[in-house]
């Protein structure tokens, strides 16, 4: 059973780092693409990067970009969002979320998210 | 990329068919089949409900069903169900140049 499980959430100041993790299990991680997701409190969700399963290609979107960097270790089945120059509007929930071997386009897997808080 | 326009809430009696309406442009609905819709219980993750403009994953209730004319993509469900209250998602593959994903506002179904 493919899973995604997220962590490295907390509280931090303005102008802060965090660096958030993406577990996979139960596929072949590095088979697939991956991609980071934010839901505000009471908001919508938000799209913020994708990493080809090589890590070879990188996307963003221009709301983080240039302040986080994704990475992935295929070795250890692991993602990571590097998320520098925190501000408050950066609270939100994180999800890793990726496509399946049976749906190539389309977020099937998410996990549990992890909740991230930009205050002093 | 602006988000995709969708009804802040729609409703519905058990046993009625509603659709949800998830309008786009030239550049992202309109452009591609790369259209999926979520479904999120409070405080959970969202589930894919439908991608690829009308495919259901497995295990998704043929009750849901996904469709696209122009730069609008549309998700019904019929026989509307209790659990079926949720807010729904719509999402586009939107890179001309880039790789980009847009996602609609959501919409609040209750079930009446």
């Known amino acids: 059973q493919m899973q995604l499980v997220e962590s490295g959430g907390g509280l931090v100041k303005p102008g802060g780092s965090l660096r958030l993790s993406c577990g996979a299990s139960?596929?072949?991680?590095?088979?697939?693409?991956m991609n980071w997701i934010r839901q505000a409190p009471g908001k919508g969700l938000d799209w913020l990067s994708y990493?080809?399963?090589?890590?070879?290609?990188?996307y963003y979107a221009d709301s983080v970009k240039g302040r986080f960097t994704i990475s992935r270790d295929n070795a250890k089945n692991s993602l990571y969002l590097q998320m520098n120059s925190l501000r408050a509007e950066d609270t939100a929930v994180y999800y890793c979320?990726?496509?399946?071997?049976?749906?190539?386009?389309?977020?099937?897997?998410w996990g549990q998210g992890t909740m991230v808080t930009v205050s002093s | 990329q602006s988000a995709l326009t969708q009804p802040a809430s729609v409703s519905g009696s058990p046993g009625q068919s509603i659709t949800i309406s998830c309008t786009g442009t030239?550049?992202?609905?309109?452009?591609?089949?790369?259209v999926s819709w979520y479904r999120q219980h409070p405080g959970k993750a969202p589930k894919l409900m439908i991608y690829?403009?009308?495919k259901r994953p497995s295990g998704v209730s043929n009750r849901f069903s996904g469709s696209k004319s122009g730069n609008t993509a549309s998700l019904t469900i019929s026989g509307l169900q209790a659990e079926d209250e949720a807010d729904y998602y719509c999402?586009?593959?939107?890179?001309?140049?880039?790789?980009?994903?847009?996602f609609g506002g959501g919409t609040k179904l209750t079930v009446l």
């Open positions: 139960g596929f072949t991680f590095r088979d697939y693409y």
């Open positions: 979320a990726s496509p399946s071997i049976t749906v190539a386009h389309g977020f099937h897997i």
């Open positions: 999402c586009s593959y939107a890179g001309s140049r880039n790789f980009e994903v847009i």
């Open positions: 030239n550049s992202d609905v309109g452009s591609n089949n790369l």
């Open positions: 990493i080809s399963s090589s890590g070879s290609t990188i």
């Open positions: 690829e403009v009308s």
